[in-house]
């Protein structure tokens, strides 16, 4: 069936070992000094100068780690866009903008060829009155991390990673960059950090959307058998992004165990099927929410990985979205398995530092 779960195979050569030093290079502490320094309701309609602080913040990060980074203002007009906020839980009506000025950050290590690159991003700005330690100060956190790890290794094409502007209120930012790197021909791929450092492993505190399991039929059991707890991630691609959806999951599988993972496909990308549940609405616009729809968009092979977010945890877009709710191993472990992915397709040969390491006593492997 076409919305079957994809098998996962084992790593060969030596990605094991790669993966291994990437996991001991990944630091949880450094990951949660991140969200810490970010974690206040920030964005450019109610909090402008908690969101330029937040943004200042991770440019410098990603200069420390001695990438290229560079500020992309963009300004968007008369565009519909949804709610930044929930009132006495009920989101307000879409709203309509005038005018929006915002900004991505993007950071890009050149690779030995050049070429298209791999792209990875999370969204810096939050909902009004939430601090969004999760959503999505973990993601943020992990493509910082991810910055430092990858900065000793020597890369066979370019890899840009992208901080968006604007996710809640429409996904404007992350729109504005898909389709000025997709007229250029780039890149090649994109990972999407999305709400990606809640676990919870009590029985119960996972939530699946009724008549989900009519569709994901191995993917829901799998769930259901294990006492639907919390203490997963889910990728989900599209059928152009399967194989990166497939290394995505392998790393983290090799990781934290085969349970830890679980991957569907779009299910509007499902043919036939796709275009009747589009129609009947349900919660499949659900796997579409973030910015990795920007890039399917703009015919962009796209992963999201995601904690399922408010499928799981209590206290999303709310003033709870706290650093201390967050499981900062399970996010080290992301971010090792998100630049073995990045290693395997960009190419690369050297090897990373481990924690204090000089970049100068740098191993290599084949």
Not at 100 to 118: C, S, W, Y
Not at 229 to 249: C, Q, T
Request: with cysteine.
């Amino acid at each position: 069936m076409l919305a079957a779960e994809p098998r996962l195979g084992s790593l060969s050569g030596n990605d094991p070992i790669r993966l291994g030093q990437l996991a001991a290079a990944a630091d949880a502490d450094r990951l949660r000094a991140h969200v810490e320094a970010i974690a206040r309701p920030r964005n450019r309609l109610n909090a402008a100068d908690e969101m330029e602080r937040a943004e200042t913040y991770a440019a410098g990060a990603l200069a420390d780690a001695g990438w290229e980074v560079e500020r992309r203002p963009f300004t968007v007009t008369d565009a519909l866009g949804v709610p930044d906020h929930r009132v006495d839980g009920k989101l307000h009506p879409r709203l309509r903008y005038e005018r929006l000025e915002g900004a991505n950050l993007l950071a890009l290590k050149r690779g030995a060829a050049g070429g298209r690159a791999i792209l990875v991003g999370a969204h810096l700005d939050t909902v009004r009155d939430s601090p969004g330690a999760d959503d999505n100060g973990s993601g943020v956190a992990a493509v910082l991390e991810l910055a430092r790890i990858l900065a000793p290794l020597s890369f066979r094409r370019d890899v840009l990673l992208a901080i968006f502007d604007m996710e809640e209120i429409g996904c404007f930012g992350s729109r504005e960059l898909a389709r000025e790197l997709r007229a250029r021909g780039e890149p090649a791929a994109a990972i999407v950090l999305e709400s990606v450092g809640f676990v919870d492993r009590r029985p119960g505190s996972q939530i699946v959307p009724p008549r989900m399991g009519a569709i994901y039929r191995g993917q829901v059991r799998r769930i259901e058998q294990r006492g639907r707890r919390g203490d997963w991630s889910l990728v989900v691609f599209r059928r152009p992004s399967l194989a990166l959806a497939r290394m995505l999951g392998e790393a983290l599988a090799h990781l934290e165990g085969r349970e830890a993972v679980v991957l569907t496909r779009d299910p509007l990308d499902l043919p036939l099927l796709g275009s009747v549940l589009d129609r009947l609405g349900l919660w499949t616009a659900e796997f579409g929410r973030s910015d990795h729809a920007e890039f399917w968009a703009e015919g962009v092979p796209a992963v999201q990985l995601t904690d399922t977010a408010n499928f799981r945890n209590p206290n999303y877009h709310e003033p709870g979205d706290l650093p201390e709710t967050l499981d900062y191993q399970r996010l080290a472990a992301i971010v090792a398995a998100t630049a073995l992915t990045v290693s395997r397709v960009a190419g690369t040969a050297a090897a990373p530092a481990r924690k204090g390491a000089s970049m100068n006593h740098l191993g290599a492997t084949a």
